[in-house]
Nanobody, 122 residues
Framework: QVQLVESGGGLVQAGGSLRLSCAAS????????MGWFRQAPGEEREFVAA???????YYADSVKGRFTISRDNAKNTVSLQMNSLKLEDTAVYYC????????????????WGRGTQVTVSS
C-alpha cells in the first residue's frame, strides 16, 4: 500500500502561483511513477502531469509551460509548481501513484490522495 497526502492548495488570483506537495508513505516510493490529476465540479478527473522514478516528465497540453512537476525520492515527496494560473485551473488536485504506463489514465490508478482545493479568482 501507498499512502498519499497532498498540501499547498488555496486561493490565488489569476496570473499567480501555487506550489502543491504530496507526501508518500508505505511501499518504496522510488518504485512508482507519480502524477497529479485535477477535477473541477461536474467534470471528470483529468491528467495534469506525471514523473517517473528517474525524473522523466509528461504534461497535459493545457498546463505545459506553466506547471512543473518534480520529485525527491529521498524525502518521498512529489511537487507541482503552478505558475501563470488561469481561472480554468480551478479544481481539486489529486496526487497519484502507480506504474508509469498507467499514469495518464485515472481509472487504472491504484493509489490516490484525498485532494487539495485550488481556486483561481479573477
Amino acid at each position: 500500500q501507498v499512502q498519499l497526502v497532498e498540501s499547498g492548495g488555496g486561493l490565488v488570483q489569476a496570473g499567480g502561483s501555487l506550489r502543491l506537495s504530496c507526501a508518500a508513505s508505505g511501499r518504496t516510493f522510488s518504485n512508482y511513477g507519480m502524477g497529479w490529476f485535477r477535477q473541477a465540479p461536474g467534470e471528470e478527473r483529468e491528467f495534469v502531469a506525471a514523473i517517473n522514478w528517474s525524473g522523466m516528465t509528461y504534461y497535459a497540453d493545457s498546463v505545459k509551460g506553466r506547471f512543473t512537476i518534480s520529485r525527491d525520492n529521498a524525502k518521498n515527496t512529489v511537487s507541482l509548481q503552478m505558475n501563470s494560473l488561469k481561472l480554468e485551473d480551478t479544481a481539486v488536485y489529486y496526487c497519484a501513484a502507480d506504474a508509469w504506463v498507467v499514469l495518464t489514465t485515472p481509472t487504472k490508478i491504484n493509489y490516490w490522495g484525498r485532494g487539495t482545493q485550488v481556486t483561481v479568482s479573477s
